[in-house]
């Protein structure tokens, strides 16, 4: 009777450690293949800079490459697009801006997908506030100087964007609401000839990326008031946050990682812990601070709620201002 009890043990222990086996290759089953991330914008920008850093430490994290992939056009729509028609499998992923997840399907009518139906929330990836640049000859050195010309020359004061219904469009069209300034927007097609005719004189000040502006900076062919954030930034610790001189006023600009609907959720969680460790890599960490990023890596249940807050947001301030798409 021993050995018959002692035997019965044994098989009941292999057979445990057989099913935990099952279960450890049914979880390491994903992903036994690339993964392909997919950017709506062209490489060089902060987007992409970001990405391709990552991706090698996600590689490495996962066991297999991830490769980064660019599908330009239409202000990400393209790129967007593309993913939402992939296989819900986790190997079809697409990083995108607030403008890819919440300005354009505000503005944007019959879009060829809808971000909620479509797409399942990973995580926010990163977030970075502007920096409000102005060109040196404009008489004011503090942000409340400049609401106090802009409301003295009501339309005569004359900010710059990369173009019409982007962000940068929304930081001005946001502040003239929040101060009640009368700014005109000059809509340029893309940020370098925004800021080449700032640095001209052609416009008096901008709402940019500080990865974009930093080094005219730092040769004084440009000036900084404050940045959109809520707090002063570890880059530039003397610039004073935007929120000081006007409270509530806040724009952050930030990238998240989304997958098709449907993506089974243990394959989410598991993209979701990656993206959160590879975060914290000397190399990550050092490209995100050298760009003003800061690194983020939060739930997808967060970064969900974060994807309506925003997109009823900027509703709003879209109805307000009568901004169109082009």
Do not use: C
């Not at 019965?8 to 292999?14: Q, W």
């Not at 010309?149 to 339309?155: E, H, I, R, S, V």
């Not at 001189?245 to 724009?251: A, E, F, L, S």
Request: hydrophobic content about 45%; charged content about 15%.
């Amino acid at each position: 009777m021993f050995f018959r009890a002692l035997f019965v043990k044994i098989l009941i222990i292999i057979q445990s450690l057989f099913l935990i086996q099952i279960s450890n290759l049914h979880a390491q089953s994903y992903p036994n293949k690339s993964i392909h991330i997919t950017i709506g914008f062209p490489p060089g920008g902060a987007i992409d800079t970001i990405m391709r850093v990552m991706a090698p430490k996600m590689s490495k994290q996962l066991g297999q490459s991830v490769v980064v992939e660019n599908k330009a056009g239409a202000g990400g729509i393209i790129g967007m697009q593309y993913v939402a028609r992939t296989e819900a499998d986790g190997y079809n992923l697409f990083m995108g801006t607030m403008g890819n997840f919440s300005i354009t399907p505000a503005l944007v009518k019959d879009l060829p997908y809808q971000v909620y139906r479509d797409f399942q929330p990973i995580t926010q990836v990163a977030a970075s506030p502007f920096i409000i640049f102005i060109n040196p000859q404009l008489p004011v050195k503090t942000l409340a100087e400049l609401i106090a010309f802009a409301k003295a020359n009501p339309k005569n004061v004359y900010f710059s964007s990369s173009g019409n219904a982007g962000l940068p469009h929304m930081a001005g069209e946001m502040f003239n609401q929040a101060t009640g300034t009368q700014m005109i927007h000059v809509p340029y097609k893309g940020s370098a000839p925004s800021i080449t005719d700032l640095m001209g004189g052609q416009v008096q000040l901008t709402f940019e990326a500080i990865a974009i502006g930093l080094p005219h900076l730092k040769s004084g062919r440009l000036k900084a008031l404050a940045t959109t954030d809520n707090k002063r930034l570890t880059i530039l610790p003397d610039l004073p946050a935007a929120a000081e001189t006007v409270p509530g006023y806040v724009v952050k600009n930030w990238f998240g990682l989304a997958a098709p609907s449907g993506i089974p959720m243990d394959r989410v969680l598991l993209i979701q812990k990656v993206v959160s460790l590879v975060l914290q890599d000397p190399e990550v960490l050092k490209t995100l601070v050298d760009l003003g990023v800061e690194p983020i890596g939060d739930s997808p249940n967060q970064f969900g709620a974060l994807v309506r807050q925003e997109t009823e947001r900027w509703q709003k301030l879209l109805q307000n201002s009568g901004i169109k798409s082009d």
